[in-house]
């Protein structure tokens, strides 16, 4: 067990690391999302009210394009120079490989989330720092960056890369979209929470199921 | 392995008659319907075809996960026969219900649950047939699109159940009381008899199909056995 | 130490590997040569673990493939001609992470960049690395958990005269330590003078081999092309 932790972690450090260095992805990330961000203020022009009840679902759309580039990079790197058999050669189980990587492009989204949170909330002059709103924006990222992950390591190893990998995704990670834009909307709006759970029932139902299928067929991706 | 099988002639004239018995059925057993007329018999077949084209998600996750266990080639071309077959057969579903809607609601669409789950899961068909033009290596491409298959499996039902909750506006057929209201409507005897034929029916159809699709994919594979072992020959 | 028998490899319809019998003892340097598509990096990633066999009997010190590869993979030493390394690390840091997954402390670093000559460039970027500086990297990466088995697939492609004898070097001490090395090769000469044993692989199949010890260069190119005749079978 304790060996599996200490290379998941290292796995993950070194994403972190790696990423540090250049800031390539994420810039490339914030960047993108703020410019969606803008679009979308031009092509919804709005009054406050209406704003108000489109927010939870400018702010996802956001989120799932951007991570959608965080993604695709981050595997393109891994099979590039062949690092991915120098993990595969390594004695550790395929799952950490999986869990290290998710867990990483999770750091990442997060991040640009984080940033990208304030940006919005000043924007559009709606407050978005309740934790339950906080809570939905991460089990959202949860399940996206898990499945996302999964079909990264697929996408990546076709002739169709990168274009390849939002066509596979998006129908996927609908029902995060839709509980997360729900869930979203129902604490911006202050509805009653008894309303709102069943929006985070089915995002956590999600992230659970999604997870532990990954984890069963990840072996299954790496294999030759 | 190159002879048609005497069991698959037999479900050929089983699925065909079968068919034709439901049209039979539909046009000519059932009764017309007050409020709608004669549009209202497009139901029996949209529902059918709706149905075919919900089998092929389901069809392919199973067969996804028999193939990563077994690695047999016949589940991974069952898997892509469903989905080709599927995609054809919603398709046909969706234009039959934008025929009969259009009278009745006075729209080709609308985002209800059902029609919206719909062109979800014709939309993850088509990303399925995509991932596999992307792959060369025939084992990978057969992996992939298993474990493809199995996500889409688990993640439409979810789909459906949150745009579900969102949303309803598509007639909840099956006896409602307020159905009619709805462009719903109650269905007697006859209507049933004609309904559940026609699921039979097409459910077979799907089976007839799905049979000659593998078949065709193992004589696919075994052409291009015999033409690698012939290039093999001449070098 | 490494023992093939009847090993079959299809890609679809496509037959790589053709029942190919293969035995390499311990302590042996053995060289695998043989002309493009012959199958030798096929050959030599199913025996690395990283691709199953189609069926035929594998075993890498006495660990059976493919169930038993993760049990290999700790006494495993692998490089390939792409260098499996982090461009945006340092090759300390390379090294460090990598000590990391085989859960090996990280003191033998310092000796490992001393012997592949890259102790001024430990906290280099390796992407500024040129290719030979790559490579030899990756050879401490591949001893970094002390292997008793290398596989190197063509270790020289894309080296200059001087950085493919530096690799020579490096890889004549390591072999000296009583490792048991395979190594793919297209370079006829230089493997003579590594290797104890030639083995030529050809359509599939190995069609000869040859000790080096008292081996004439004459004698070499011969047994190249008679083998790839002897392999048209």
């Known amino acids: 067990m304790i060996p599996f932790l200490k290379s998941t972690a290292a796995i993950v450090w070194k994403d972190i690391k790696t990423e540090w260095r250049t800031r390539e992805n994420l810039s490339a990330m914030l960047v993108f999302s703020l410019l969606v961000i803008l679009i979308f203020n031009f092509a919804l022009e ?42 595969l050669l390594a004695p550790v189980d395929r799952s950490a490989i999986f869990i290290g990587k998710t867990v990483g492009n999770l750091f990442f989204m ?73 869930a979203s909307q129902g604490f911006i709006q202050s509805v009653p929470f ?31 | 392995m190159l002879e048609k099988p005497r069991l698959l002639t037999g479900l050929d004239i089983l699925s065909a008659l079968m068919v034709l018995i439901a049209a039979a059925l539909v046009f000519f057993y059932a ?87 719909a062109a979800i899961v014709e939309l993850i068909y088509a990303a399925y047939l995509l991932l596999r033009s992307g792959l060369d290596d025939p084992g990978k491409r057969a992996r992939f699109s298993a474990i493809y298959a199995i996500f889409g499996f688990f993640s439409v039902p979810l789909t459906f159940i949150s745009i579900r909750l969102v949303r309803t506006i598509h007639p909840v057929v099956i006896g409602s009381a307020e159905a009619a209201s709805q462009g719903g409507f109650n269905m007697d005897t006859p209507m049933k008899t004609a309904f559940f034929f026609s ?26 056995q015999l033409r690698y072992q012939s290039y093999e020959k001449e070098s | 130490m490494i023992t093939v028998k009847k090993l079959v490899k ?64 700790a006494k495993l030493g692998v490089v390939s001609h792409q260098p499996l390394l982090y461009g945006d690390l340092t090759a300390a840091e390379n090294l460090q992470f990598f000590s990391k997954l085989y859960s090996i402390g990280l003191d033998r670093i310092p000796e490992i960049l001393d ?35 290398l596989l190197l697939d063509e270790p020289h492609t894309g080296l200059d005269q001087a950085a493919g004898e530096i690799l020579d070097r490096i890889l004549k001490e390591v072999a000296l330590e009583g490792r048991t090395v395979v190594m793919t090769s297209h370079d006829l000469l230089r493997s003579a003078e590594l290797a104890s044993r030639l083995v030529l692989l050809s359509k599939g199949k190995i069609s000869s081999s040859v000790s080096t010890v008292d081996l004439d260069p004459v004698d070499l190119v011969e047994f190249y092309k008679t083998g790839l005749q002897g392999g048209q079978s």
């Open chain 1, 46 to 87: 709005l009054d406050l009210r209406a704003r108000e009840s489109l927010a939870g679902g400018v702010l996802w759309a956001t989120f799932i394009f951007a991570g959608t580039i965080g993604l695709n990079r981050s595997m393109a790197v891994e099979k590039d120079r062949g690092c991915l058999d120098g993990l």
């Open chain 2, 199 to 224: 699921l039979a029916a097409f459910s077979v159809f799907f089976a007839d199909l799905l049979w000659h699709r593998i078949r065709l994919g193992k004589l696919q594979s075994k052409v291009n």
């Open chain 2, 31 to 117: 009764p017309v319907e007050q409020l709608m007329g004669q549009v209202q018999k497009v139901f029996y077949f949209h529902v059918a075809t709706a149905w075919v084209g919900m089998l092929g998600f389901m069809v392919a996750g199973v067969a996804g996960v028999l193939y990563l266990r077994t690695e047999k080639e016949k589940w991974d071309i069952a898997g892509l026969g469903a989905v080709e077959i599927s995609l054809v057969f919603f398709m046909v579903a969706i234009i039959m219900g934008a025929i009969w809607a259009r009278p009745i609601w006075n729209t080709w669409w609308t985002w209800d649950p059902r029609l919206t789950t």
């Open chain 1, 110 to 182: 997060l991040v640009v989330e984080a940033i990208v949170l304030p940006v919005f909330s000043f924007l559009y002059g709606i407050s978005v720092f309740q934790p339950g709103f906080l809570v939905v924006v991460l089990l959202g990222s949860i399940g996206y960056s898990a499945v996302g992950t999964l079909l990264a390591t697929m996408v990546v190893q076709t002739r169709t890369r990168d274009i390849l990998l939002p066509i596979l995704l998006f129908p996927l990670t609908l029902p995060v979209v839709i509980a997360a834009v729900k």
């Open chain 3, 10 to 73: 299809r890609f679809g319809p496509l037959t790589v590997l053709r029942e190919l019998d293969f035995e390499v003892n311990s302590g042996e340097f053995v060289a695998l040569l043989g002309p493009n598509g012959a199958g030798k990096t096929t050959l030599l990633r199913i025996l690395s673990s990283l691709m199953r066999p189609t069926s035929g009997f594998v075993q890498v010190a006495s660990y059976r493939l493919p169930s038993q590869g993760a049990s290999l993979r």
């Open chain 1, 194 to 224: 008894a309303e709102i759970s069943v929006w985070v029932n089915i995002l956590i139902t999600y992230d659970l199921i999604f997870f532990t299928v990954a984890i069963m067929v990840f072996d299954y991706i790496l294999e030759e």
């Open chain 3, 115 to 149: 012997l592949v000559g890259l102790l001024p460039r430990r906290d280099d970027l390796v992407r500024t690395f040129s290719r030979g500086m790559q490579q030899r990297l990756a050879i401490g990466r591949a001893i970094l958990h002390n292997p008793s088995i």
